[in-house]
């Protein structure tokens, strides 16, 4: 079991963890969004839009699974055509999967109206969710995938641009359905899912990058990598004003150890010119190791 665990591009596990995504996120879109009109974009956004729109003629409204499966289901045979099945994929499951949630689902107002609860709420458990749909190598299809489809004719854009603007007309006709106030707080979610999706996909393990430019470069890699006992890399660089060569030491270090390091180059050279820049995440000895299994 420990073995199983421990190979995390295992299928298995992979398949658990799309399970267990699309049924956070579908527990933020029918138990947070959807009860106070929350549209944070995407077909999930669409269906809630259909199931208020069609409330008036239907008692209820289309259910959230049936809208959000009945519009995927043309464009994932549309990609099946273009791209093929192995485009398909992990994404296939997703979707269903997602659908399957919100059948199983019951309709609770977990918020009770409260829109700032919502939109942070609600953000953190959809950016969560996502975060490991993708992790996973897969989408839950919606405007993703129309928008890989319409990059075969609108090759000057990107996958992402065009995303943007389905999304942002998902957001405008939300606005149109539920008003300002509730499409307002969305953008306030939207903002929240997309910074939680990007520290769960880029990690949490942030470092610091220091460039330092010095006459005294060896004498400063010498005393981190005995101090700080981290590798120096010496870059080959020129002076464009004064025409000299020099030497810039490149160095990863922790957020704690970057004030040790600047403390170890003002010691040896105090006219050493430093620049100091965030790392999301590293791997390789010291930092983030992968073992092989």
Not at 29 to 40: A, E, Q, S, W
């Amino acid at each position: 079991m420990s073995r199983f665990f421990k190979n995390k591009r295992n299928p298995v596990f992979l398949y658990l963890v799309i399970t267990a995504g699309t049924g956070l996120l579908a527990f933020a879109i029918k138990c947070i969004f959807d009860p106070v009109g929350l549209v944070t974009g995407g077909f999930t956004g669409i269906a809630i839009l259909v199931k208020a729109l069609t409330n008036f003629f239907y008692q209820g409204g289309i259910p959230l699974w049936f809208a959000n499966l009945a519009l995927n289901i043309p464009f994932f045979l549309l990609a099946y055509k273009i791209k093929g099945k192995k485009f398909i994929g992990r994404t296939a499951v997703a979707t269903v999967m997602l659908s399957a949630w919100l059948y199983v689902i019951p309709e609770l107002d977990f918020v009770q109206g409260d829109y700032i609860l919502a939109s942070i709420f609600g953000g953190v458990l959809a950016g969560t969710s996502m975060g490991m749909i993708l992790w996973a190598n897969a989408t839950t299809g919606g405007t993703e995938m129309v928008a890989v489809l319409l990059r075969c004719r609108l090759k000057h854009y990107s996958v992402a641009q065009i995303m943007q603007v389905l999304d942002g007309m998902i957001v405008l006709a939300g606005l149109y359905v539920f008003g300002l106030h509730p499409s307002m707080y969305a953008i306030v979610a939207i903002f929240i899912s997309s910074k939680v999706t990007d520290t769960i996909l880029e990690g949490m393990k942030f470092s610091k990058a220091a460039y330092i430019i010095t006459e005294h470069f060896q004498e400063i890699a010498k005393l981190v990598m005995e101090e700080l006992n981290r590798g120096v890399t010496g870059l080959e660089a020129q002076g464009m004003y004064s025409g000299e060569k020099k030497c810039v030491l490149y160095c990863v270090v922790s957020k704690k150890e970057i004030v040790l390091l600047k403390e170890i180059v003002h010691q040896i050279d105090e006219n050493a010119f430093v620049i100091v820049g965030d790392v999301r995440e590293v791997h390789g000895e010291g930092f983030i190791e992968h073992k092989k299994s």
